[in-house]
């Protein structure tokens, strides 16, 4: 059932494709294909370097072989307010009305129980949501698509830009244009947030553009980039278990996972990258006395330094 509403969505696809969509072999793409057919879907294959297999226009299926789990996928992803930020919250109230409307009464059921207890809070805690007063307009632009004439930076200090959007994504609840900017061939990110003023201009054509994978690469080596100390210590059995969750995790793991071996109190010496010397002596203060640095030297001395402070600050009256 899968393959049919893949079809009917894409209206033409090679087996190839299909096979790579579903996670499957070509043969089994074939095999399904065929019981499609002799159950009177009415698909065809057309050969040559621009064919595939077709559904006919105009012929579609209803949801009635869709799982109980398949239709509460539909109604647990919590973006409505993503969706409604950019302006597709009433399309969203519709689909999901289309959808119910198609279900059998038990699977309609469900899939309500399960959007009133399921719910998506993207942002971190004391984090408000970002003001975007463009984003329609930047989103209207990215799926048009259309460049944009935008006045971005801080309200101090902000420049004009004319970009060709090639995607959006919402990060921890704060949004990022990718564009190419005018005149260029490198992508940028721009924080939606920046945007001030945002003005449609001449449509244009979109280059073939991955953004899933795009983000991911520049993601992460945004990420690794901001690492650019190296810190060695030994840390306890408790502070190893803690280190991921006060230093970048991926750099931990990696920390860790080629950590010396552990000594008969289960002390471990291992080398972490961290963004800066100031940063890591604000991290490391968090494991307490389950850290001892190496080097940096200036590091060690700086961590004492904050701990004769602590001691001192909080001993106990009547205590030397």
């Keep these: 059932m899968t393959l049919l509403f893949l079809l009917q969505q894409r209206r033409r696809a090679t087996a190839a494709e299909l096979a790579d969509a579903l996670a499957v072999s070509e043969r089994t793409v074939y095999r399904d ?10 698909l065809w294959t057309e050969q040559g370097r621009t064919g595939g297999i077709r559904l006919m226009d105009g012929w579609r299926t209803r949801l009635d072989g869709l799982t109980g789990k398949e239709a509460a996928a539909i109604f647990a992803v919590g973006v409505p307010e993503v969706l409604a930020e950019l302006g597709l919250g009433s399309a969203l109230t519709a689909a999901r009305a289309k959808v119910l409307s198609t279900l059998p009464a038990g699977l309609r059921d469900y899939a309500e129980q399960i959007s009133d207890r399921f719910h998506l809070d993207a942002p971190g805690w004391f984090h408000r949501p970002e003001e975007v007063s463009q984003l329609a307009t930047v989103a209207s632009a990215v799926a048009d698509p259309r460049r944009l004439r935008v006045r971005y930076g801080r309200p101090d200090h902000s420049v004009d830009r004319l970009l060709e959007p090639l995607g959006l994504v919402v990060k921890a609840g704060v949004w990022y244009l990718v564009a190419l900017p005018v005149p260029g ?3 940028h990110t721009y924080r939606v947030a920046r945007i001030a003023d945002a003005v449609p201009d001449e449509p ?5 553009f991955d953004l899933v994978a795009w983000w991911a690469q520049t993601s992460a080596r945004f990420e690794r980039s901001l690492l650019r100390d190296r810190v060695r210590m030994r840390l306890s059995p408790r502070a190893q278990r803690a280190l991921p969750e006060i230093t970048d995790r991926e750099a931990a793991a990696e920390a860790l996972a080629a950590a010396g071996p552990p000594d008969a109190d289960g002390w471990c010496e291992l080398e ?5 010397e100031r940063v890591a002596l604000t991290q490391l203060t968090g494991l307490g006395v389950g850290v001892e640095v190496l080097a940096p030297p200036t590091l060690r ?3 004492a330094e904050v701990g004769q402070a602590m001691a001192a600050r909080n001993r106990v009256a009547g205590q030397r």
């Design 185 to 187: 061939d490198v992508p």
């Design 33 to 42: 294909i065929a019981a499609l057919e002799a159950a009177g879907v009415p």
């Design 301 to 303: 001395a700086a961590l």
């Design 204 to 208: 244009f054509e979109r280059r073939p």
């Design 272 to 276: 972490l990258d961290v963004e800066n």
